[in-house]
């Protein structure tokens, strides 16, 4: 069965860190662009990072650029988003979705909400004054 599981949210203080994970099973991460995106209250969801093992491939959104970092540890199907120097306005609900990089819907990692092929559950990130 295919599925993904985000996880690693809480709640911090600004200025502190969080790592979230998102782990695969059902299929393997080498041919999907893992991406995450975040939903924050009364806003609309919005890409925040991606990576592409097999196309050697980043993505970041300008309001994370020099905070945030994605890896992925394909031994473990799992990939990484580390959350640094958190601000108040990171609170939202993360998600982590899946594109497949043989689909004729995918345009590369780019923050871009169309075309994922799975979708995880969200898990909370809470960042305080």
Avoid: H
Avoid at 79 to 96: G, R
Wanted: aromatic share 14%; net charge negative.
């Amino acid at each position: 069965d295919v599925q993904l599981q985000a996880s690693g949210g809480g709640s911090v203080q600004a200025g502190g860190s969080l790592r979230l994970s998102c782990a695969a099973s059902g299929f393997t991460i080498d041919d999907y662009a893992i991406n995450w995106f975040r939903q924050a209250p009364g806003k609309e969801r919005e890409g925040v990072s991606c990576i592409s093992s097999s196309e050697d491939s980043t993505y970041y959104a300008d309001f994370v650029k020099g905070r945030f970092t994605i890896s992925s540890d394909n031994a473990k199907n799992t990939v990484y988003l580390q959350m640094n120097s958190l601000k108040p306005e990171d609170t939202a609900v993360y998600y982590c979705a899946a594109d497949f990089v043989y689909s004729s819907n995918y345009y590369g990692c780019q923050g871009s909400l169309y075309g994922m092929d799975y979708w995880g559950k969200g898990t909370l990130v809470t960042v305080s004054s």
